[in-house]
DNA sequence: TTGAAAGCGCTAACAT
DNA sequence: ATGTTAGCGCTTTCAA
């Protein structure tokens, strides 16, 4: 393997000059720069990250930690990350399970993107004691060096059945993501909290998965069932085209039997038929600004306050 | 922040008997073992992943390259690799454009998996050179520690069209993913000729981008045309499913009026009406096997040869 | 403008 | 079983 003392050597100067010259100081000269960049292509030279980020105690590198790799939502947000990262020069370094903790652990990044419901609190706030910032996502997290951006699940859940109900809608079904899940959590607070404010004093309640395959299940259920509810709101997406898949295949007409809405606004929710009611969240450009914010913290500059990203309603066909 | 040295200080020995007692030798007592992970829980101490790195010549980290955070191939693959390497106690690395070059090049990872048309072969070759192994998935490249592993496109579409042929069909289409994709070259490869040797001499050519939005605005054209071909196979799922959702749009009837065919086996073709006829390849299976034959590669083991993953063909309603 | 040298935090060979 | 020490490859202070 090639170091830096080859280079040096080859080139004729001083390890140092050609650290320098490959860091393109100013402080070495034109001729001496060029002579030492040859010398490193000739040997096909690349520095070594390891040691360079020992040295300087910094990494360069920016860890995205989420739960799993499938999923529209992660990949939205991802691609967003990455677009501002690439454009700021810092390597964005994906993620998940017990690898997450180790990178982190193990400082081989600089700041960390949490989208992982699974690593736990007391670990994310000892990195942050450290020095080092961590945004969280859907979830509250405070603490040194902590930071957090959580969409307005209830407000945005809340607007979107109002509206049902004055547009004469009577009674409701919730189909829920994992129980234990934060988004689940305040969708549900806010789907229960309007129906009371508006004296619908029940609501039938299903449990999903966030799954497309989870939402199907439920769906056959619903549609052997004697006590349709007129209208159905499920914790995403996903769970919302395998209900509507389900109901169809039973001949349950949507929206006319049963209506439907979502949360997330995948971009599949247009290609369904009918197309899906929900609620827009626009998750590459909510991945950009927590780049930006996490890059602006590294800088010791301000972050723009991103700790409740919008969300918007987004009529279709299926509710 | 604390190093080895406060632990070994706190604990009362030297730093290589802290050393020892950290990474878990058997060369120090149980005794002083305890006291030094005391210590180091007291200190709240993680080693420096760059310090061990640098000195150890090796990370632990294997480095996964993609050329996008979306799709559901990568989503799958990428939870097969994950799956693996965890086992095995491997961090995984993923990571896209610059990024990926950047972490490949400065050696913070012991291996390369590829997943990214857009990497140059020089760069990947290079790091084979350097002793590092390389696993590139669809693609073709020879070299030093270069391991290669691409589905059999031609072979399989060849057989799909094959059936086709056989049951009757006459007029054949073809739509596109982008013209550059290794997966598209190869399928198109393996659609021109087996029509070619069943004395069908010409067909429609369709271009498209493997997005379900490219998918729906080839449907429309198709849609309106006076010249419908009886079969269109798509040269993977996505595209199909947009297809399928704009010719239904426009009440053409599948597979009566035309008849769709997909590559890929992406969970959402069982979830749309008409269920989508594809050809599956288990992308989760494959993963977990690419990151097995990597270790091997890496503990000096010869790989199991994943050269050409099997796929099948799986009929369902769409044709 | 260049060079010498210290040291980042760790592992492991060697000495005790 | 434990301690001393060299050195991984780099950056950067300090001296020339």
Redesign the pocket.
Request: no cysteine; hydrophobic share 30%.
């Given at each position: 393997?090639?170091?830096?003392?080859?280079?040096?050597a080859l080139a004729?100067?001083?390890?140092?000059?050609?650290?320098?010259?490959?860091?393109n100081?100013?402080?070495?000269?034109?001729?001496?720069?060029e002579?030492v960049l040859l010398a490193a292509r000739e040997l096909n030279?690349?520095?070594?990250?390891?040691?360079?980020n020992?040295?300087?105690?910094r990494t360069g590198n920016i860890g995205v930690f989420i739960y799993e790799f499938a999923g529209p939502i992660f990949s939205d947000v991802l691609d967003g990350i990455h677009k501002k990262l690439q454009e700021e020069g810092y390597n964005i370094i994906v993620s998940s399970g017990k690898s997450s903790l180790n990178l982190l652990q193990e400082r081989q990044v600089d700041a960390a993107i949490i989208f992982d419901d699974s690593l736990e609190n007391d670990s994310l706030v000892h990195f942050g004691k450290l020095g080092y910032p961590v945004y969280v996502l859907d979830r509250d997290l405070k603490g040194e060096n902590m930071y957090s951006s959580v969409i307005n699940n209830e407000g945005l859940v809340k607007a979107l059945i109002q509206r049902k109900i004055d547009a004469g809608y009577k009674t409701f079904a919730y189909l829920s993501g994992p129980v234990d899940s934060y988004n689940n959590t305040h969708r549900y607070i806010g789907f229960k909290n309007v129906l009371q404010e508006n004296g619908i004093d029940k609501h039938q309640y299903f449990e999903g998965d966030f799954t497309i395959h989870g939402g199907y299940e439920v769906g056959l259920k619903i549609a052997n069932s004697n006590e349709k509810p007129e209208f159905i709101f499920c914790a995403n997406d996903e769970s919302a085209i395998g209900l509507i898949h389900a109901l169809k295949s039973k001949n349950v007409r949507i929206p006319k039997d049963v209506a439907v809405a979502g949360f997330d606004n995948i971009s599949l929710g247009k290609y369904i038929n009918p197309t899906l009611t929900t609620i827009g969240v626009d998750h590459y450009n909510w991945g950009k600004e927590v780049a930006e914010a996490i890059i602006a913290i590294l800088k010791h500059e301000k972050p723009k306050d991103i700790s409740h990203p919008d969300g918007e309603f987004i009529q279709r066909e299926s509710s």
């Open positions: 393997m090639k170091t830096i003392k080859d280079v040096a004729g100067v001083s390890i140092s000059t050609a650290s320098y010259a490959i860091n100081s100013p402080k070495v000269s034109t001729k001496t720069k002579k030279y690349y520095p070594n990250g390891n040691a360079r020992l040295k300087k105690q």
